[in-house]
């Protein structure tokens, strides 16, 4: 499959998982169920697995922070720059985007931000990415 129809699937992929965490927040879990059903394992199963044994604001924060790294992929992908390493700027392998459709960097500089000890990943994307209804 050629890379460009690869992220075309990853995209419907993003949007759903949006969909369905923004509904799980909302406090209805079917749409994530449905996903897990189709789909197995990951990510959306680990925030059901938190669902059942903690319904909590720690559920909440995972989704959302969860939620925030997939708004800021589908921005990557409007913008063009989706699949490439935001830190040595190369393509991140699909296998890896396949994995982790929001990856932002490849797995080496990943690497290489966990062993300096920083969790740029997550906290970078959790301070202005998130769309809830603000009163
Ligand atoms: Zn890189």
Redesign the pocket.
Known sequence: MARKDAILKLHQVLVKRRDALRQALAGDLSLLKELRDQQGGDVVDFALDSAQDEISSQLAEVESRELSQIDGALERIREGRYGL?E??N?PIPLARLQALPYAQ??I??QRELEASGGNWDRDSMLSDNVEFDVP
Do not use: H
């Open positions: 390493c830190i040595c190369k960097s490849c080496n500089c």
